[in-house]
């Protein structure tokens, strides 16, 4: 179990946080004075302190500068409701691991807290990050697949993480880009400094550039006080712009002179600050196509692209979903402190034929919500799904059915070409129903390989 002490001069934010993070399965202590919490840390030893930075006996940077001589392995996390993004830098650069504002996301506090502790623990001796083997976990929310085409993208990945090329991740929303652009940021040079990620679906074009490249006092209304962006805020890692296809055509051609040039410049200033940052951005669009149009900078297109990753949606791995279920049931269950569940042999054939709209995140979620309603016994039944996956799988049956049925009622003396066509009908969806249509099984049984099968179940309009 891992140690938390949480430092903060109100005492109701110190209980509030006890409370939760305890519920999340850690060991908690409180401090409300500067000088007490550092009496603390000379008495036991902590994983990870969230202190806030504004204490009354002292502040945060002097408690910082005590901790890194008390206990240089532990993990700082500051908070503040006075956010002052050059304090944040120089913090990080001085060896923090992040920065929140007050008020507190749960989600996200939670989220640096694991992503803490798992560079952390991952230490070794020297203080280089460990290389895990490919069949285990990372960091938090990445696990390594064991399908071809998991395998061909991690290669992928450890080939142009070393390098500072500009990368492009393309997938489907909830194939999960985030996690494995900080696998790339993580198998680079840069992984000890900060990643930054700014989700640009969600950056109107007004405050757009104040994000990216921060703002001067008095730079527009409302601006009552300097603001470093995040380039500045990472100098030295990496910045991952998610949905970049989002960004206006004025943002985008910033962003294209801060790639070239090495520079930006604030909102409201005329001096230009130097930058070393590598550029992940990710889309679920196609950007090469978009960028023919008048939505993208053709351009900009052509400066990101120096590395393209593309991350197959679920439905075509497969083989990796044994992998994935078994992780998130083992993380949920440690979250609800409870036994790991299992599947019912109905409700995993299930998840074999589903075809995963939503990707990861979906099947996370669905297995965290299954955990929940799972019965006494620890098991998954059929009964804790939601009622749309239900009725998409009770479709899927339905019209196996109905398809047999009309190959059966159109079968009344064919010509020789369409008996043919119709047996191979008959035969590929028994023999698919048969093995709860897992194709690379039904392909071994068909004695064909997976693309002819699938070239076959286009052929023959077979959505499956």
């Known amino acids: 179990m891992s140690k938390i002490l949480i430092i903060d001069d109100e005492l109701s934010t110190c209980n509030l946080l006890d409370k939760f993070l305890t519920k999340k399965g850690y060991k908690v202590s409180i401090s409300t004075q500067g000088k007490h919490a550092i009496s603390q840390l000379k008495e036991e030893k902590f994983d990870l302190v ?123 929303t909830g194939t999960g880009k985030e996690s494995l652009a900080r696998l790339i940021h993580m198998e680079s040079s840069r992984r000890d400094k900060p990643f930054m990620a700014i989700d640009c679906g969600s950056l109107s074009k007004e405050i757009a550039a104040s994000e990216l490249f921060g703002h001067e006092k008095g730079a527009f209304t409302g601006a009552t006080c300097a603001k470093t962006g995040v380039f500045e805020m990472a100098d030295g890692g990496t910045v991952f712009l998610d949905e970049i296809a989002n960004l206006s055509l004025d943002i985008q051609m910033a962003l294209l002179r801060a790639l070239q040039e090495k520079l930006i410049r604030r909102v409201g200033s005329l001096k230009e600050i130097p930058i070393d940052v590598r550029i992940i951005v990710a889309t679920n669009e196609d950007l090469f196509n978009k960028s023919g149009g008048a ?23 497969v083989r990796d979903l044994p992998i994935f279920i078994d992780y998130f049931l083992e993380k949920t269950s440690q979250e609800l402190n409870k036994e790991k569940p299992v599947l019912s042999d109905e409700v995993y054939q299930y998840f074999k034929r589903y075809n995963w709209p939503g990707n990861v995140r979906e099947l996370r979620n669905l297995i965290r919500r299954a955990c929940l309603l799972s019965n006494s016994n620890n098991v998954i039944e059929k009964e804790t799904l939601p009622l749309h996956f239900i009725q998409a799988m009770q479709e899927k049956e339905n019209a196996t059915d109905n398809y047999l049925s009309q190959i059966h009622e159109d079968s009344v003396e064919p010509d020789l070409k369409s008996t043919a066509k119709i047996a191979e009908s008959k035969r590929i969806m028994e023999v698919l129903k048969e093995v709860h249509y897992n194709k690379t099984k039904a392909a071994e049984i068909l004695n064909i390989n997976r693309k002819t099968l699938y070239s076959k179940l286009r052929m023959l309009n077979i959505e499956y």
Do not use: W
């Open 50 to 172: 969230i202190c806030d930075y504004r204490l009354g006996d002292m502040d945060g940077s002097q408690v910082f500068e005590e901790i890194k001589v008390l206990a240089p392995e532990t993990v700082v996390v500051f908070i503040t409701g006075y956010v002052n993004l050059r304090v944040a830098v120089e913090l990080i650069k001085g060896g923090a691991y992040h920065y929140l504002a007050k008020p507190l996301n749960p989600d996200e506090l939670i989220s640096v807290i694991e992503h803490g502790l798992s560079q952390e623990n991952s230490r070794t001796t020297n203080g280089e990050l460990t290389r895990m083997s490919q069949k285990s976990v990372t960091m938090p929310d990445y696990v390594y697949g064991d399908s071809e085409a998991s395998k061909k993208m991690i290669q992928h990945v450890k080939l142009v993480g070393p390098t500072n090329y500009t990368v492009i991740i393309e997938g489907e």
């Open 295 to 317: 939505m993208f900078r053709e351009d900009l297109y052509y400066r990101l692209n120096e590395f393209t990753l593309r991350v197959p949606p679920l439905r075509e791995r």
